[in-house]
């Protein structure tokens, strides 16, 4: 299963660039006089493609890119790969999701009195024998890279598989959506009025309409600037955006970065001078080297752990999840000495 995801990564990664490569170069060919039919020799649905018309809801964000610098072929050549109209989807689900957050959720809760659990409060289905036995399979396959990041940042392969079993599945679930329309989506987005039915039957008030209508205009600017890194990331690297999986808010690669943390944050693992986050070795050292800038360090204590991986994403049921099967497979030696000493002096009290 991980070697045949290594070798389809390269595939992939082969595949996409040459598609992209060649859509970029289109528009360029026909303006440039080649001769009648230069183009046949491309595959029916790329030529297609080539000529086909963007819709009329992309066309402010294709001018608001050419007045930002992205070359008009560029975007020409990226948007008439696009099939249809933006869709509404990506930043419905956001209005939903900071809608319910912010005007939904009970404002007091009754006083229960709630036994206090055991341990931290996990996903349900990840720390599972099934899932320990592919982490470990993963980590025999790929114990190279994962020593190499772990010299390199200081991050245990354990937590770092563990992080990727969290959000990727250790790479077999890499979203159902696209990169490039999910993002060019939600930049087109700014008006929360086609956007009402996915509040579930709610009706905002004046006040409440006025306050989700900006948060949404917001997202649409981060989403923008999203979308610009991912087009220079696939200048750079020669990826199709358009081929690329993503999750649902266009986070990208078996590690799930958005596009803007692969120049920061992102990094060659293999040594072959390109960053790939659909590669093992690139998306275990992207790992390691964004949590090692986030303050990670293999002696902090769990509370400082939690504090970091909430960085990656602010919830602590993730981070805790995270640990909890990292101590999983290191059989308990993933655990920071200070609190095993802790509990290591109460016992003797107890006695």
């Not at 066309?59 to 975007?75: K, Q, S």
């Not at 590690?255 to 990094?267: E, R, T």
Request: proline share 5%; aromatic share 8%.
């Amino acid at each position: 299963m991980f070697s045949f995801l290594k070798s389809m990564s390269g595939l992939w990664r082969m595949q996409s660039a040459l598609l992209f490569i060649a859509a970029l170069t289109t528009g360029c060919a026909a303006q440039s006089g080649d001769a009648p039919g230069a183009t046949d020799k491309k595959p029916q649905q790329e030529a297609l493609a080539a000529k086909r018309e963007p819709d009329a809801t992309w066309r402010p964000l294709m001018a608001r890119l050419i007045a930002d610098g992205v070359e008009e072929d560029t975007v020409n050549a990226l948007f008439s790969r696009v099939e249809g109209a933006a869709s509404l989807s990506p930043m419905g689900t956001k209005a939903y999701e900071l809608y319910r957050i912010r005007f939904l959720r009970p404002r007091t809760q009754p006083r229960v009195k709630v036994r206090k659990p055991q341990a931290p409060p996990i996903y349900k289905g990840v720390v599972t024998e099934q899932n320990i036995e592919k982490a470990k399979a993963f980590m025999a396959e790929h114990k190279e890279w994962l020593d190499r990041a772990h010299k390199r940042f200081g991050v245990s392969p354990e937590v770092t598989v563990g992080l990727l079993m969290v959000e990727t599945r250790l790479g077999t679930y890499l979203g159902k959506a696209r990169a490039f329309e999910t993002l060019a989506s939600m930049s087109a987005t700014r008006e929360l009025s086609p956007l009402l039915p996915y509040l579930k039957g709610n009706e905002p008030t004046e006040e409440e309409y006025a306050w989700l209508e900006e948060a949404i205009g917001k997202r649409a600017d981060w989403a923008y600037s999203e979308l610009k890194a991912l087009i220079e990331y696939s200048m750079e690297s020669g990826a199709d955006p358009l081929m690329m999986p993503c999750s649902v808010y266009g986070a990208v690669g078996v590690c799930q970065f958005m596009p803007s943390n692969i120049k920061v944050y992102g990094c060659d693992g293999n040594g072959n001078g390109q960053i790939d986050l659909f590669s093992v070795p690139d998306a275990v050292a992207s790992v390691g080297n964004y949590l090692k800038a986030h303050g990670w360090d293999d002696s902090l204590d769990r509370s400082g752990r939690v504090r970091v991986l909430k960085r990656y994403n602010n919830s602590t049921v993730y981070a805790n999840t995270i640990l909890a099967f990292a101590d999983k497979l290191s059989d308990g030696k993933q655990q920071p000495a200070a609190e095993k000493k802790e509990k290591t002096s109460g016992r003797r009290k107890k006695k």
